[in-house]
């Protein structure tokens, strides 16, 4: 099984701070990789998929980067409804998937 | 609009079987854009990806719960299933249904969500 990895598992920001969240594969994934936001009491949603790709109604703010094992997620200026708990999750092994551990971004 | 529906006992008893529905709304489980999954979450932790199936009835579980685990597709209903069985105090979650969309190539993400439902395990 492919295991992911983030880092870190939880930080505190503030409003309009640049936030980055990093997610390693355990073996190269190339860019099969998602990024979720999810926020208490709610389902996740997603964010970033193939790695880079924003989902349709995403804020510009959010970004994805990486390929092969290591991948980011960067929230460019932090906004309060931003504080959440973030995953990411590799799809290199679909139908299989796995998740990352999460991060929660806190103030 | 996909919309995605869990339904189930809220509580079952340790070495008892779970067993949970997914209604699926604004569209058809027999799509070939989607596999229908099942994650979880227990209270205060991360997701577990519990397995995925197709309108086929071509599944991929989670090897960890893979011996415990069956999930089904019921395609006149639009609905698909999940069964757990022996479970213990470690299987209480939030536990959420979802679909698993082919946006392009092999690329999938989970794109709709269910609310989610709390299964407590508990004599």
């Known amino acids: 099984d492919i295991q992911m990895t983030q880092s870190p598992s939880s930080l505190s920001a503030s409003v309009g701070d640049r936030v980055t969240i990093t997610c390693r594969a355990s073996q190269s994934i190339t860019s099969y990789l998602n990024w979720y936001q999810q926020k208490p009491g709610r389902a996740p949603k997603v964010l970033i998929y193939?790695?880079?790709s924003l989902q349709s109604e995403v804020p510009s703010r959010f970004s994805g980067s990486g390929s092969g094992t290591d991948f980011t997620l960067t929230i460019s200026s932090l906004q309060p409804e931003d504080f959440a708990t973030y995953y990411c999750q590799q799809s290199y092994t679909s139908p299989a998937l796995t998740f990352g551990g999460g991060t929660k971004v806190e103030v | 609009q996909l919309q995605l529906h869990e339904s189930g006992p809220g509580a079952v008893e340790p070495s008892e079987t779970l067993s949970l529905t997914c209604n699926v709304s604004g569209g058809s489980i027999s799509s070939s854009s989607y596999y229908w999954g099942w994650i979880r979450q227990p209270p205060g932790k991360g997701l577990e990806w519990i397995g995925n199936?197709?309108?086929?009835?071509?599944?991929s579980y989670n090897q960890s719960l893979k011996s415990r685990v069956t999930i089904s597709v019921d395609t006149s209903k639009n609905q698909f299933s999940l069964k757990l069985s022996s479970v213990t105090a470690a299987d209480t979650a939030v536990y959420y249904c979802?679909?698993?969309?082919?946006?392009?190539?092999?690329?999938?993400?989970?794109?709709?969500w269910g609310q989610g439902t709390l299964v407590t395990v508990s004599s």
């Open positions: 979802a679909s698993y969309y082919n946006v392009w190539i092999s690329y999938y993400y989970f794109e709709k």
């Open positions: 193939a790695a880079s």
């Open positions: 199936i197709y309108y086929s009835g071509s599944t």
